[in-house]
């Protein structure tokens, strides 16, 4: 429940405040006084859309504290975000600056998200534009639900649901490359196989590059090899291995005579030997020159398809090329993984409808099985307020499947006669405000709804009317919080406690300021309330009949 309220700087709210007991707890104050800005106030805290209109007049920011004490229930919701829970004492702070605003819970920061979630949970606000709610459909839809017991089996709808829809996306992604992937499989497998028939291996380039040098300058080099050869063995006379050989001998006659002629033999026969080695290099080099013409058309064949493949995938080199017609094999088979892949999407999506069709029918049945009660309590609320002819009935309505299942309600009314139609269309500004007092009261039973506040529910009615209202809400605050704001006197005499809203000067601005009243402030104050500016003896001896 609600426990106290701390603002700051908050349209015309420059400092307040303020305790709240359990109960039931009466606001009132005169048109204008600011009994609005104070809610206003509390929806900011609680989530609303943050404005900087909102900030006072001179301030650079404002600051709405709620403290409460939160049901056990909402202890795994702090256990998911890694938030204290500090035995259910929170604290939700809003502050507002001009250019951003941010939230807190205990003093840590937390996301739109979260506080929606926590709010939901701790504080239902009807404010009296919440009659559009009877037009709600989802809104009636959750009513229902929550009578009917069916948290498990929304929660269980709804994640089936969702699941269904991921799947559903997947296999369209998964369909939709299949077909681009068919679109484009006679192109792509055509690339592949003219890049798999080429043979492709890394350095073949190179390798090709330096045979073509050689096979295109091969008379060059083979006359090249044959002017050495005829150099250092000519057809004719002495060759020059020859030459050093008998040099050799020459010089081993005498070598013992001169000193050092042993080691200039010894370097006759290297160079002989170095000499021969070259020779028979060079042999071995001629012998190896291939001088075929097809041979030399055969590479420039290859290195010309090489030079074009190159070209047409936008390669630089033969590895990319490789790299090209990899991927290009990875694509062609990947059709295969996709059409594996559908059909087990295919299926899962097949068992997910199946799981969430026995959801829906169970929705159904357990929704069809509690209509009747639904209605006959609504209708037996309203004519406790004396609407002694109404009606009520809720009509259940097949719609497509969805997180909440497969049907839709409409809540029919009439105040009296046999004709039912949809509440939000024949209902009177009076009828209407006992409807969603009565559903309201519902509501808080099924919901657990620790605080409820509400808004001038009570307008448009007047009298014992009033006064059974006042009472029903009287009744809620029994076993909830309730805050009501309100002008009916009936309906402010059943609080358990009193606050007055009201508007004062200071300086040269007005601000507005709440403050509880008992004793004899309240008895004047439900006498205001009851004949207005100005209070008769008679209103307060009424008053006080009314305080009891």
């Known amino acids: 429940m609600l426990t106290a309220l701390h603002i700051r700087h908050y349209v015309l709210i420059d400092s307040l405040d303020i305790s709240f007991p359990e109960g039931l707890l009466i606001i009132t ?14 929806s900011l805290a609680m989530g609303a859309k943050a404005d900087p209109s909102v900030i006072s007049q001179g301030a650079d920011s404002c600051v709405v504290e709620a403290e409460f004490v939160a049901p056990q229930s909402l202890r795994p919701l702090f256990d998911e975000n890694d938030l204290d829970w500090d035995d259910g004492h929170l604290i939700i702070r809003r502050v507002v600056h001009q250019a951003r605003s941010r939230s807190f819970v205990n003093d840590v920061p937390v996301t739109a998200a979260f506080l929606g979630e926590l709010s939901k949970n701790l504080l239902d606000i009807h404010s009296q534009h919440q009659s559009l709610l009877l037009k709600d459909k989802s809104w009636q839809l959750s009513l229902l639900d929550h009578f009917a017991g069916n948290a498990d089996l929304l929660k269980e709808c709804s994640n089936c649901w969702k699941e269904l829809q991921k799947t559903r996306s997947e296999l369209a992604e998964c369909v939709a490359e299949l077909e681009r992937l068919n679109t484009d499989s006679q192109y792509n497998t055509a690339r592949y196989e003219r890049l798999l028939a080429a043979a492709l291996h890394s350095g073949e380039l ?10 295109a300058h091969a008379g060059e080099i083979k006359s090249a090899l044959d002017s050495v050869r005829q150099a ?19 010089l081993s006659k005498v070598q013992k005579f001169v000193p050092g002629l042993e080691e200039l033999v010894q370097r006759l026969e290297g160079t002989r030997i170095e000499l021969d080695d070259i020779l028979s290099s060079l042999a071995e080099a001629d012998e190896n020159l291939n001088l075929n013409e097809g041979r030399l058309q055969q590479v420039e064949d290859r290195l010309s398809l090489l030079y074009d493949l190159m070209n047409k995938y936008s390669c630089t080199s033969v590895e990319q090329l490789i790299q090209c017609r990899d991927s290009l094999a990875r694509t062609v088979n990947s059709t295969a993984d996709f059409e594996e892949r559908e059909i087990q999407l295919q299926k899962t999506v097949q068992v997910l409808e199946s799981q969430h069709n026995d959801i829906c029918e169970k929705l159904a049945a357990s929704r069809l099985g509690c209509v009747s009660r639904f209605s006959d309590e609504l209708t037996a609320s309203l004519r406790s307020l004396e609407l002694e002819g109404a009606r009520f009935q809720v009509q259940l309505l097949d719609c497509d499947p969805g997180e909440r299942g497969r049907q839709t309600v409409s809540f029919l009314f009439c105040a009296a006669g046999q004709r039912m139609e949809d509440v939000s269309k024949c209902a009177s500004g009076g009828e209407i405000s006992r409807i969603m007092l009565c559903l309201k009261a519902l509501m808080a039973r099924f919901t657990a709804m620790p605080t409820m506040i509400f808004d001038e529910i ?21 076993s909830m919080q309730v805050l009501a704001i309100t002008h009916l006197p009936q309906v402010a005499a059943k609080g358990n406690a009193h606050y007055i809203v009201s508007k004062q000067m200071a300086g040269d601005r007005t601000i507005s300021t709440i403050a509880t009243v008992d004793g004899e402030q309240r008895v004047k104050e439900i006498a205001r309330l009851l004949s207005g500016a100005t209070i008769s003896e008679e209103a307060l001896a009424n008053a006080r009949v009314l305080l009891g």
């Open 458 to 478: 009570d307008s448009g009615v007047s009298g014992s009317v009033a006064d059974k209202m006042g009472s029903m809400i009287c009744r809620m605050g029994e």
């Open 29 to 42: 104050g005169q048109t204008g006084a600011g009994k609005s800005i104070l809610l206003g106030a509390l």
């Open 232 to 250: 250092c063995c000519p057809d004719e006379g002495i060759t020059v291995s020859g030459a050093l050989a008998s040099a050799q001998r020459i």
């Open 206 to 215: 190179e390798e090709l590059e330096s045979e073509h040098r050689t096979l």
